[in-house]
């Protein structure tokens, strides 16, 4: 499957980590499910909105 590029790259370093460091995976949890929507769960984010000049 191609996904473009930019992401196939990614993608690429992604499986290599995993290959490389089994270890490092997490199961997502029902815990950590709930610690995530705790955290960002009231955020509101408009993924089409410009970045501010303060976040570059």
């Known amino acids: 499957m191609s996904y473009g590029l930019p992401l196939q790259g990614f993608l690429d370093v992604l499986a290599q980590d995993i290959a490389n460091h089994p270890e490092r995976l997490h199961v997502v949890d029902g815990t950590l499910?709930?610690?995530?929507?705790?955290?960002?769960g009231g955020?509101?984010?408009?993924?089409?909105?410009?970045l501010s000049p303060d976040d570059e």
Request: net charge negative; charged share 40%; proline share 6%.
């Open 33 to 40: 499910l709930r610690r995530i929507e705790a955290l960002v």
């Open 43 to 50: 955020v509101d984010l408009d993924l089409d909105a410009p």
